[in-house]
């Protein structure tokens, strides 16, 4: 029993050292669990990954902990481990945090600890996602109708698209080719509704169109996300060539700050129910009629409070066809939008959402956007160009001093 409270100090102390206070998977704050074969410290849901690896884990807390366990983590850690199998991370393959999907976090592990891909060694055949050209089927939603089926995608690197194709038989042509240029990629299992669940979003004659994709094969869909990513990373490096690293990683996919249903009204319509996607990158507020819509019914431009934008709880009254009572309403220079929620705590965060977008300053690229909204009779040229902090916005336009921003 000594020994036990002795080594259960002992891990508590490894624990709470800067190198190990965080998952070394995930970056959970105060990870609990530990890898005794690995030497590294992990968070609750990690450790269950691991586990299925056969990678023995035990419970820093509750388990039975042998003297030379301990010795073992103490000489080891989460620093030493990230150095082995953390060697050559690309700069674009994603790392999972916290709350990201289970599929990533899962495949993040056994990229690292079971198929060694980040060691530094050289692989042959080389991993898929590195070689700038990938193929194969995923299971794709109808444009129209709720059904899965199998299509045919091919990513190029070098040409920098994305292409699929409706039928099998590739004499036909692409149904589309899409541009890595605007191209999103995010992961929505809940929305899909399959573990593995894919949204991939790009811009398609100035509207934004949506695919829903999915694998059975776990590793295969991240595959296909880190390759589309390795795509993305490509295309900016040509595009911003002075760009860095610390730059560029976060442009290359995200997640949406906010999603889920409101509902909303018109000048002259009642409230219908709607699904919204706060884009907090591009500081656009989407919104569907179901949130599996390939297309979306409108957009709104969230610029900043200085230019006259604004978010607020409100309590609308003699309001027609509202269900919900948890009020947004949303200001801009053009119009106010009203929006309803379902309960007190998604107001709060939607509220507290478009506000982190509000707070932000504008970048330059979104002043394009701005101008060409706010004053579009008299924003006659802009032109966006790739610079050392990635953009220059040089504006040539013809308005009055007090328009002059």
């Not at 884990?57 to 620093?79: A, T, Y």
């Not at 992961?187 to 593995?196: A, L, N, S, W």
């Not at 330059?364 to 579009?376: A, E, G, H, N, R």
Request: net charge positive; glycine share 4%.
């Amino acid at each position: 029993m000594a020994n036990h409270e002795r080594n259960k100090k002992i891990l508590l102390e490894l624990v709470k050292r800067p190198d190990n206070r965080r998952c070394a998977d995930c970056g959970a704050p105060d990870p609990d669990w530990a890898s005794y074969k690995l030497g590294v410290f992990v968070c609750l849901n990690c450790s269950g990954i691991h586990r299925s690896l056969s990678s023995r884990v035990k419970s820093i807390q509750l388990d039975f902990w042998e003297d030379e366990l301990v010795e073992f983590m103490k000489s080891n850690g989460n620093v030493s481990a990230q150095a082995l199998y953390e060697k050559a991370v690309p700069p674009y393959y994603y790392r999972p945090q916290e709350k990201d999907s289970a599929v990533l976090r899962e495949q993040w592990i056994r990229a690292k600890y079971e198929r060694m891909e980040f060691t530094g060694v050289t692989k042959y055949p080389p991993i898929s996602y590195t070689t700038g050209f990938y193929e194969g089927m995923l299971w794709k939603k109808g444009k129209e109708n709720t059904q899965f089926l199998k299509r045919k995608f091919v990513l190029s690197e070098r040409e920098f698209t994305l292409t699929y194709y409706n039928k099998e038989n590739e004499s036909k042509g692409p149904k589309a080719v899409i541009s890595i240029k605007d191209l999103n990629a995010t992961f929505q299992p809940e929305k899909i509704g399959h573990p593995h669940g894919l949204q991939i979003t790009y811009q398609d004659d100035n509207r934004t169109r949506n695919l829903y994709v999915y694998h059975e094969s776990p590793e295969e869909i991240v595959t296909w996300y880190n390759a589309i990513r390795a795509a993305r990373y490509a295309y900016l490096k040509t595009a911003y060539p002075t760009g860095s690293d610390e730059e560029l990683i976060p442009k290359i996919t995200r997640n949406y700050l906010k999603e889920g249903y409101m509902e909303k009204t018109g000048p002259l319509e009642p409230f219908k129910k709607r699904w919204f996607i706060l884009d907090s990158q591009n500081r656009k507020l989407f919104y569907f009629k179901g949130q599996l819509d390939a297309e979306e019914l409108g957009v709104i431009f969230i610029g900043t409070e200085s230019k006259g934008y604004s978010v607020n709880e409100c309590f609308p009254r003699h309001a027609r066809g509202n269900k919900w009572k948890y009020g947004v309403m949303l200001e801009t220079p053009e119009r106010q939008f009203v929006f309803m929620c379902e309960q007190e705590r998604e107001q709060r965060e939607w509220l507290d959402a478009l506000r982190q977008v509000l707070h932000r300053p504008m970048a330059p690229q979104d002043y394009t956007i701005f101008l060409c909204k706010v004053i579009p009779d008299t924003c006659t040229r802009i032109y966006v160009h790739a610079y050392t902090n990635l953009y220059t916005v040089a504006l040539c336009i013809h308005m009055t001093p007090s328009l002059i921003l």
